[in-house]
């Protein structure tokens, strides 16, 4: 098992904690991480994405989707078959799964749907208002200027 250290990222950066701790989580989770369910994330867009998950035999009910700081958490868990069956060959798995995906700041969940075996997330990165470049009007009127100069120089 190969360790990244990225004591040296957090000594010398100032105000990228959420990308260190990001790099920090993604080398622990992709070395425990198995490969269950499989998924796709998809750009739809420059502002839309998809994540697609294969959760063939999973319900509505039998899955979970939750956002906290940041982290996409989907989760599955069969109910109790009461039903014996006799397998000869158990192909489709239907272990309890969960998966996490870390998400950018400003990305929001705008929907989710089961349609034939795949679950879709849909997601959108959205820029505040404020977070938005603005254009600034350059003024010709240099008494603008002259204004707020005099009024610095009575303060």
Known sequence: MTTVDLTPLYRNTVGFDRLASLLDNAF?????????????????????????????????????????????????????????????????????????????????????KLVNGLLTIELKHELPETMKPKRIEISSDSSVIEHKTKSEQAA
């Open 28 to 112: 622990r989770t992709e070395q425990s991480n198995t490969s269950y369910p499989p998924y796709d994330i998809e750009a739809l867009d420059e502002h839309c994405y998809a994540i697609s998950l294969a959760v063939a035999g999973f319900t509505q009910e039998e899955l979970d989707i939750q956002v906290e700081r940041g982290v996409l958490t989907v989760k599955g868990k069969k109910a109790d078959d009461k039903t014996k069956r006799n397998y000869l060959y158990q192909g489709i798995a239907s272990r309890a799964f969960e998966r996490k995906f870390n998400l950018a700041d400003h990305v929001e969940i705008t929907g989710a």
